[in-house]
């Protein structure tokens, strides 16, 4: 059973973590299904190229942390 009070205080905590994944899961699944649908490409390319999302979200995310990193450094 989840406990209630504590997904709530999970959710609090991490509104705009999820909010930002939520939106590049958006906008991703929309560009490639344009695109895709657009080329006319194949049904495995399109899903390879859903599933280049995962490699995308943690490069773009795992970048900006670097770069607020270095900028933070004195």
Do not use: Q
């Not at 930002?20 to 958006?26: K, N, P, R, S």
């Not at 280049?52 to 770069?67: E, I, N, P, R």
Request: no cysteine; glycine share 12%; hydrophobic share 50%.
């Amino acid at each position: 059973m989840v406990d209630t009070a504590s997904l709530v205080d999970h959710v609090r905590e991490h509104r705009s973590g999820m909010a930002v994944d939520l939106a590049f899961a958006v906008v991703w699944v929309s560009v490639v299904t344009a695109l895709f649908r657009g080329l006319g490409s194949p049904r495995w390319a399109y899903h390879l190229a859903l599933a280049g999302g995962v490699v995308a979200y943690y490069g773009f995310f795992g970048s900006l942390a670097g770069a607020r990193r270095r900028g933070s450094e004195p």
